[in-house]
Nanobody, 126 residues
Framework: QVQLQESGPGLVKPSQTLSLTCTVS??????????WHWIRQPPGKGLEWMGV???????YYNPSLKSRTSISRDTSKNQFSLQLTSVTPEDTAVYYC??????????????????WGQGTQVTVSS
């Protein structure tokens, strides 16, 4: 089973860009059929799927966030990253990276994913 670890700033100012990185160990992000997701949970709310980058580098995004979201990867470091632009306080959440066998686009059930990072709190505030 792979291990995932999120990293990035815990505080972002409104209108700025939120940038997070997920470092993967115990497996390669280019392994066939595996997909790598960003999911968030705002305070008092359920999980919100944000987007995925597949083993071949193809990306899919939540339509409600697509205009502000970008997922990329660095295969040499076995990392994938999230950028969310023009953040507002409504983007305050715990952000998770997760892995699935198969794309699982849009899945919000925890058991849809094989592995999760521990999550990182991001607060948007001036």
């Amino acid at each position: 089973q792979v291990q995932l670890q999120e990293s990035g700033p815990g505080l972002v100012k409104p209108s700025q860009t939120l940038s997070l990185t997920c470092t993967v160990s115990g497996g390669s992000i280019t392994t066939s059929h595996y997909a790598w997701h960003w999911i968030r949970q705002p305070p008092g709310k359920g999980l919100e799927w944000m987007g995925v980058i597949a083993y071949d580098g193809s990306c899919y995004y939540n339509p409600s966030l697509k205009s502000r979201t970008s997922i990329s990867r660095d295969t040499s470091k076995n990392q994938f990253s999230l950028q969310l632009t023009s953040v507002t306080p409504e983007d305050t959440a715990v952000y998770y990276c997760a892995e699935s066998d198969g794309l699982r686009v849009g899945a919000t059930e925890r058991n849809a994913y094989d592995s999760w990072g521990q999550g990182t709190q991001v607060t948007v505030s001036s």
